[in-house]
């Protein structure tokens, strides 16, 4: 069992160039949701599950650890185009599935983003914690 809770999710850029393709990621599935102004209802993102390693591990003793996760994508305004422009802010609640006999949630969530600029050899995409 459990229950939903609605959080505020606050992204202002303060780089330079545009982010694109902007995601939260989370090992618990089912954990979050931005739940409207998307094509999937809520709670049903395809769940990201391999049977290797690093995601599957078989220990010598023959037990096995899987981690699965949620790659949930962000969704933009239409106003915003598909982008994040520079100085730019949103705010955008997220629906967070608890379990009702837990008294606090300490949960690793990710947020994904990519920056448009292709002109350098620098890594366009972050990952960071959250």
Sequence with gaps: TGELRCVELDLVNTSSVPLTNLHLASTRPGLLSFGKSRDLPLYEIPLVMKSEPPLRVVRPDGTTTQTSFDVV???LPDGHQGSLAPGASLTLPVWMRVDCDQDSLSE????????????????????SSL
């Design 73 to 75: 994508p962000v969704p």
């Design 108 to 127: 690793d969530i990710f947020f994904y983003y990519e920056n448009t600029d292709r002109t350098t050899d620098k890594v366009y995409y972050r990952l």
